[in-house]
T-cell receptor
Framework: GIQVEQSPPDLILQEGANSTLRCNFS?????LQWFHQNPWGQLINLFY???GTKQNGRLSATTVATERYSLLYISSSQTTDSGVYFC???????????FGGGTRLMVKP | DVKVTQSSRYLVKRTGEKVFLECVQD?????MFWYRQDPGLGLRLIYF???????EKGDIPEGYSVSREKKERFSLILESASTNQTSMYLC?????????????FGPGTRLTVL
């Protein structure tokens, strides 16, 4: 099956700093999503981005499908950005998502 | 907004009990999914359904069954709970529309089996 790798696995930032999270995948995809898992465990949808670039406030994402990677940018980080960020993809008709291992982000005040 | 709800946030059961986890979505989505999340193992798909009364096995279906009698509801059943089924269970749904299949997740159920 498709492999999804995220980097870095852990990231510590000072409040106000910018960061880039990366997601590499091993095959072409129909769907790519970025999620933020909050401290209570809920997965919050950030972006649905099988290709191209999207922005939502301080967050933006770019997927280069031909090169099989996606980037999530966080600007002016805040303590509330802390948590785990997951990239997930699917490349099959069943729409099942394969998740990467996540990036655990801690933003310090 | 899409809303996916799960019947319990926290659940404690004993080994051998039959456990039902319920999931309801309010957006008329065709597809529904059950995942479990474990430290070091990430999120893994247990079962999914693309229509009423239809089900397909995911990566780790052993020890689980599912039921989808109505479009909006997808139930995960642990026939005889075991301690290795202690986990976070996440339900999701997606439209099933060709070309657009964004998944939306419920808040999760933390199940402890003693």
């Amino acid at each position: 099956g498709i492999q999804v790798e995220q980097s870095p696995p852990d990231l510590i930032l000072q409040e106000g700093a910018n960061s880039t999270l990366r997601c590499n995948f091993s095959d072409s995809v129909n769907n790519l999503q970025w999620f933020h898992q909050n401290p209570w465990g809920q997965l919050i949808n950030l972006f649905y981005i099988p290709s191209g670039t999207k922005q939502n406030g301080r967050l933006s994402a770019t997927t280069v499908a031909t090169e099989r990677y996606s980037l999530l940018y966080i600007s002016s980080s805040q303590t509330t950005d802390s948590g785990v960020y997951f990239c997930a993809v699917n490349n099959n008709a069943g729409n099942m998502l394969t998740f990467g291992g996540g990036t655990r982000l801690m933003v310090k005040p | 907004d899409v809303k996916v709800t799960q019947s319990s946030r926290y659940l404690v059961k004993r080994t051998g009990e039959k456990v039902f986890l319920e999931c309801v979505q309010d957006m008329d989505h065709e597809n529904m999914f059950w995942y479990r999340q474990d430290p070091g193992l990430g999120l893994r798909l247990i079962y999914f359904s693309y229509d009423v009364k239809m089900k397909e096995k995911g990566d780790i279906p052993e020890g689980y069954s599912v039921s989808r009698e109505k479009k909006e509801r997808f139930s995960l059943i642990l026939e005889s709970a075991s301690t290795n089924q202690t986990s976070m269970y996440l339900c999701a749904s997606s439209p099933g529309t060709s070309g657009y299949n964004e998944q939306f997740f419920g808040p999760g159920t933390r199940l402890t089996v003693l």
